[in-house]
């Protein structure tokens, strides 16, 4: 069994012994209640459900709790250790039971906040095929993807994924590499061109020669990479346990004090009874709790419940380019004109050629029209010569839309763009008209990384992407971030966020295989979670929908958990501390001690289900498009 399944089993079983110990403790309290004051007789053995309770529930969570003292991790459970054991030893078994459902009863509510979370590799391990189309003469054989050798050829079928890295040696199609290398678009493939192991085919078969053993490949070296990040990622401080480091000590001083000066141990008993820290082991879980809920109904998914309570502390944003503050999919950014062609007659035609094309462009052209308004000519007949491009005739006129090295005169062209992809219209066999294309900056973009900083305390953001370096500048430059780090690996992605991180909190956003490593190295890691599982399991919190405004929402939401946690657990602590005030003067013993601890849970959790409620307004930046249109409003153009 490997160490990540390990650790899930451990989890599983965790949630389950806090569940059946939380209940165990409730019906042993009711029995002892309905043997000594139900019944017409009270028996001399209505302390025994209590014995049973302190036994099999108590004595575990005590021994675990000193296990973890021993490591040097210390917290707020373990005043509550201390009040089980010191019941025990004072006879006060009622006192002590209600300790272990109180401290069970928070466990329980901390193990049901989120899912249980599976494993990155795992993750990894059902992306990549592990079986292979290796060609044997002229027929298919599968066989394991690690008995390929250099040199053997493969069949590469429609949407699956790719087992090696390789060249392709037959057939023409496309390759969606984005979440391996940072690159926006779907890649064409053709003879002689490379493949990466993890991509996804197209719609066209591939034979591929391979040129590393599937050990060596791209995506053998990501999850190597991403071992060695899952093994080092940041351990998270928890609010209580924050809260816990000094309180904890606190309680057991004055605890000691009271017997000392009063020669009484059960003065001591009272003590830490009433201070065992509920609101941080119950109203915390419960404000933890109320949150992922309102999270989890505007799509967003907390894995982790440390990073909710952690996000509102992060001072540096890392954001990954592609498909995070770009759409990931070509747009026609630029669009050139010969005289005498003109849009209007030029864009409609091209677009309803591409309608027949898989090419990665196609679709943004026809986007272009459609929005443009343009109704479609009718195509009387399409070819598409691979290499050349595609050819058509329209009425009467015959359309072709290519590259660069098949225009007769190269010089009647405009200069090629330092970035992006471009393509020709050739009608008529004369120059009518050039295509430009980028990956575009999101709408919100600008405005959300413009108010990170008065909104949310942001010191530094900066762009770290596989991408080429003019095309992450052109994306900088349009979203007003002055750091990029551009045609970074992996590995280099992880050292630049290991690198922010030990000067200030990080938070990572994301949505790449490619990125998963850096997610897993950062203090926050935030997937957009529609296209890889692998990045999912990799980042703390997913976002179901791809949108810059719910990073913005889960800000909020964890600054407004922490103020309300905070809220819980002080109040209830100032309360707990007026109450050891008077344990410690002899004024309440230990069961009014733990009963009057129980009101001051209530007040606490009712404070923290104020988390469950959705505020009106989670976003408060303004995109690129309604600052357009308030200048418009306030501004507009002469008629």
Not at 33 to 47: E, F, K, N, Q
Not at 63 to 92: K, M, P, Q, W, Y
Not at 126 to 150: F, K, M, Q, Y
Not at 487 to 515: C, H
Request: aromatic share 4%.
């Amino acid at each position: 069994m490997t160490q990540s399944r390990v650790a899930e089993v451990g989890a599983s079983l965790a949630r389950d012994r806090d569940s059946w110990i939380a209940l165990l403790a409730l019906l042993g309290i009711g029995a002892h209640l309905w043997m000594r004051y139900a019944v017409s007789s009270p028996t001399s053995w209505s302390d025994a459900p209590l014995l049973v309770v302190l036994a099999v529930g108590g004595a575990p969570l005590v021994v675990r709790l000193v296990s973890r003292a021993v490591r040097g991790e210390f917290g707020a459970d373990h005043l509550a250790a201390v009040s089980i054991a010191a019941s025990v030893l004072l006879g006060e078994y009622l006192a002590g039971s209600i300790v272990v459902l109180m401290l069970a009863g928070g466990d329980t509510l901390e193990h049901f906040a989120v899912a249980e979370a599976t494993s990155v590799l795992r993750a990894l391990a059902r992306r990549v095929p592990t079986i292979a189309h290796r060609w044997r003469g002229n027929a298919l054989e599968d066989v394991a993807v690690s008995a390929i050798a250099v040199g053997d050829d493969v069949s590469i079928l429609p949407h699956e994924v790719c087992p090696v890295d390789g060249q392709v040696v037959e057939g023409h199609g496309t390759m969606d590499e984005s979440f391996l290398t940072g690159e926006p678009f779907i890649i064409s493939k053709g003879p002689g061109t490379k493949v990466l192991s993890g991509a996804v085919n197209g719609e066209a078969p591939l034979r591929v020669r391979a040129t590393r053993l599937a050990a060596d490949s791209r995506f053998a070296q990501i999850v190597r990479v991403m071992q060695d990040a899952e093994q080092r990622r940041p351990a998270l401080r928890r609010i209580g346990d924050q809260l816990g480091a000094w309180y904890t000590p606190a309680a057991i001083t004055v605890a000691g004090l009271a017997w000392y000066a009063s020669g009484d141990p059960l003065r001591f008993l009272s003590v830490v009874v009433i201070a065992t820290p509920c609101p941080l082991l119950i109203a915390i879980p419960v404000a933890i709790i109320g949150a992922i809920s309102t999270a989890a109904r505007r799509g967003v998914i907390v894995r982790d419940p440390a990073a909710l309570e952690q996000l509102a502390l992060c001072r540096t944003m890392i954001l990954d380019k592609t498909g995070t503050l770009t759409a990931g999919r070509p747009a026609v950014s630029d669009e050139v004109y010969a005289p005498p062609f003109a849009r209007e007659a030029v864009l409609p035609m091209v677009a309803a050629m591409e309608q027949y094309s898989r090419h990665p462009l196609a679709a943004a052209i026809v986007r272009a029209a459609v929005d443009a308004g343009y109704p479609l000519p009718h195509v009387e007949w399409i070819r598409e010569e691979p290499g050349v491009g595609l050819h058509a005739k329209i009425g009467s006129t015959v359309v072709l839309i290519t590259n660069r090295a098949h225009v007769g005169d190269p010089s009647t062209l405009p200069p090629t763009a330092p970035t992006g992809l471009e393509c020709v219209v050739m009608i008529d066999g004369c120059y009518a008209a050039l295509l430009r294309f980028h990956d575009i900056a999101r709408a919100d973009s600008r405005g959300f990384v413009g108010h990170l900083g008065p909104k949310h305390g942001f010191t530094r953001v900066l762009i770290v992407s596989g991408d080429r370096e003019v095309e992450v500048r052109r994306l900088a430059d349009a979203v007003a971030i002055d750091r990029i780090h551009a045609e970074t690996s992996p590995e280099e992605k992880v050292r630049i966020v290991r690198q922010e991180t030990s000067r200030a909190k990080t938070l990572f956003v994301g949505d790449g295989i490619n990125d998963a490593p850096a997610m897993l190295a950062a203090t926050v890691g935030v997937a957009f979670g529609q296209h890889s599982d692998v990045t999912s399991e990799a980042a703390r919190v997913v976002i179901v929908d791809t949108s810059l405004a719910k990073v913005d929402e889960l800000l909020h939401l964890s600054g407004r958990l922490r103020r309300v946690a905070l809220e819980s657990a002080i109040g209830g602590m100032a309360l707990s501390m007026v109450g050891m005030a008077f344990a410690a003067a002899g004024a309440l013993p230990p069961v009014a001690g733990a009963v009057a601890q129980e009101l001051i849970d209530l007040v606490a959790v009712l404070n923290a289900l104020r988390t469950a409620r959705t505020p009106a307004v989670l976003t408060d930046f303004v995109t690129t498009t309604e600052r357009t249109h308030a200048r418009t409003e306030t501004n507009p153009l002469p008629r």
